[in-house]
């Protein structure tokens, strides 16, 4: 949300980026969660979804105002899944804390879009520090 990343898992606790020189970014206590049953994935994405910032603009009764990524991970594999919040034109916000959301949430898909194209043209060494969505 914004510039600040909060672990949905401990209920919305604000975590800092972290840098290590040889491993690079990090996010150091997360909570993790051992899935061992199917109805613990869908119990625990609920807690977090419930906690994540929505606001109302005139496009969406309900318009998610956060980015969220979730890190699967099994065996030595690793999936991210990115829910990524939805970009508006300034005139279709409600109120000035929900216009500079805006300008902070496009700005993030912007420097995403950028790598991507980047990374698509074979370019070497995109600059993903632009962004903390793109960090993560």
């Not at 609920?46 to 099994?74: F, P």
């Not at 030595?76 to 300034?90: I, M, N, P, Y």
Request: charged letters at 20%.
């Amino acid at each position: 949300y914004e510039k600040s990343m909060y672990d949905l898992l401990a209920g919305g606790v604000q975590r800092q980026v972290r840098r290590h020189q040889q491993h690079g970014c990090y996010v150091p206590d997360l909570v993790t969660v051992a899935l061992n049953a199917p109805g613990d994935w869908e119990s625990q994405c609920e807690d977090a979804i419930r906690l994540r910032r929505t606001g109302k603009s005139t496009v969406n009764a309900r318009s998610s105002r956060s980015h969220a990524i979730v890190t699967l991970r099994c065996g030595g594999l690793r999936v991210c899944f990115v829910d990524l919040a939805g970009s508006e034109r300034q005139e279709g916000m409600l109120g000035d804390s929900l216009s500079r959301e805006s300008v902070m949430i496009n700005k993030s898909l912007a420097v995403l879009s950028r790598i991507i194209q980047q990374l698509a043209a074979g370019l070497p060494s995109p600059t993903y520090r632009d962004s903390l969505l793109t960090v993560l």
